[in-house]
């Protein structure tokens, strides 16, 4: 059997614990779901109230005698003081918590079929923009919501981020949260506490946070959610605390160019370095979320990425191309149609741009003579691509004709990776191109 999604804050590494209980309070356990460094989470059934539930088992290992077991209890139980106060639909509801023996628990709301984000933060899987942002916007009202009930997260991330099998999502994993009520001061534990990767310039300082440190997490989860791509990674601790106190990231824009420049506003604003200059509240973000639906129609849906996917694939210019970088192509390249008799390049002017026919046919003409056809898979504009010199032909659309416009700022917003494929491709391309050119002028002079 295929292993199952792990729970919210729990990864895959398998950690030595005790064989799976049978019983543990008045639950009854049915299979183990995840696993993690906190512990191991279990589906179980709840005799009293006849359904299904999710049980937090913290890991035995990490409940030691001494500062670091005390810690570790601290912050287990942390999460039951948090979420304990909270009742909102897109945040995991938190139903118990006890010891059993040398076992300490949580119940939490089961949620079968769930996945966290964290899987759609690769540029093969990203989903539908209209989805992002609509996760981004109940995250938004969800941390608004926790807010005024006085818990700061502290640690919004991908995994710690429910999508459920109805495209609904649950803010989980309250065990670091920051509890402003004022019954909560016993709970209360500071110092270096989150996921690097995810931190605020705050928390990274370890200085005073409020509210608004979750939303420049959040700004973080959205950024990676669009486009593959996290915008404070790096091989080292010291090098991505210093890219996120003091670094701004690369525009989402220059990943993609179908990304709503008022999405680029709202991500600016929502990962300032000063806390001062980023959305107050969770609803003021959720609001300007909100006016970008009305922007959305003309956001292309997943059924059309995805037939232009499958158009590239079939390409002969991008065999050899894995889905990935074909999926960041599809997202950063520009897509142009034509009517008949259009001229899609003039002789004499200059240009940057290199063209991939997708269907269609079209002439090649010089001085007013035809030369050349072209049609599907066929490419033209090479020279200029390479030199941004003068067009020396001049290229009219003879059909209807679909095509992708490839320049250096198109090239710019995919990896490194992806960029080197396709140049090496380009390469071959020319190389290909002047074989024929020699071999046309070689038949000319014995003719």
């Given at each position: 059997m295929a292993q199952p999604e792990p729970q919210p804050g729990f990864d895959s590494t398998f950690h030595t614990l005790p064989a799976r209980p049978d019983v543990i309070g008045k639950y009854e356990i049915l299979e183990e779901v995840g696993r993690g460094s906190m512990g191991t989470v279990y589906s179980a059934h709840d005799p009293f109230s006849e359904r299904t539930v999710a049980i937090k088992v913290a890991n035995p290992q990490k409940l030691g005698t001494g500062q670091d077991g005390s810690r570790f209890r601290k912050m287990f139980f942390n999460e039951a003081h948090a979420a304990g106060v909270l009742d909102h639909p897109s945040i995991l509801t938190l139903y118990d918590a006890g010891v059993d023996g040398e076992l300490c628990y949580l119940v939490m709301e089961f949620v079968a079929g769930a996945r966290t984000l964290q899987p759609f933060c690769k540029s093969d899987s990203l989903l539908p923009m209209r989805e992002v942002v609509g996760i981004v916007y109940k995250c938004a009202k969800a941390l608004d919501y926790a807010h005024r009930q006085g818990i700061i997260h502290r640690d919004i991330k991908p995994s710690n981020i429910l999508l459920t099998q109805d495209r609904d999502i649950r803010v989980s994993d309250f065990s670091i949260a920051r509890i402003t009520r004022s019954d909560a001061a016993s709970t209360q534990f500071d110092g270096f506490l989150g996921s690097p990767l995810y931190m605020s310039?705050?928390?990274?300082?370890?200085?005073?946070?409020?509210?608004?440190?979750?939303?420049?997490?959040l700004g973080t989860v959205m950024y990676e959610l669009l486009t593959g791509n996290h915008p404070f990674r790096a091989d080292t601790l010291t090098t991505i605390a210093t890219k996120i106190t003091n670094d701004k990231p690369l525009s989402v824009l220059e990943y993609r160019s179908d990304i709503p420049e008022g999405i680029d506003y709202i991500l600016n604003r929502m990962m300032k370095k000063k806390s001062s200059k980023r959305y107050a509240a969770g609803i003021d973000l959720a609001a300007d979320l909100a006016l970008i639906f009305d922007d959305l129609e003309k956001i292309e849906s997943e059924d059309?990425?995805?037939?232009?996917?499958?158009?590239?694939?079939?390409?002969?210019?991008?065999?050899?191309?894995n889905d990935a970088e074909i999926w960041e192509l599809v997202r950063a390249s520009n897509w142009q149609t034509y009517p008949p008799d259009s001229v899609i390049i003039r002789e004499g002017d200059i240009d940057d741009s290199f063209y991939i026919l997708l269907s269609g046919v079209v002439t090649i003409q010089k001085a007013g003579q035809h030369v050349d056809s072209l049609q599907e898979g066929d490419c033209f504009g090479e020279m200029g691509f390479l030199a941004r010199t003068e067009r020396t032909a001049t290229v009219i659309a003879k059909t209807d004709v679909s095509l992708i416009k490839v320049n250096a700022a198109t090239l710019d917003r995919a990896n490194e990776a992806t960029q080197l494929r396709f140049l090496k491709v380009f390469v071959r391309t020319v190389v290909e191109r002047l074989k024929q050119t020699t071999s046309i002028l070689t038949q000319l002079r014995q003719i």
């Open positions: 310039p705050e928390q990274i300082n370890e200085w005073e946070i409020n509210s608004n440190t979750d939303i420049f997490s059309a990425l995805r037939r232009k996917f499958q158009t590239l694939k079939e390409l002969g210019f991008f065999k050899g191309f």
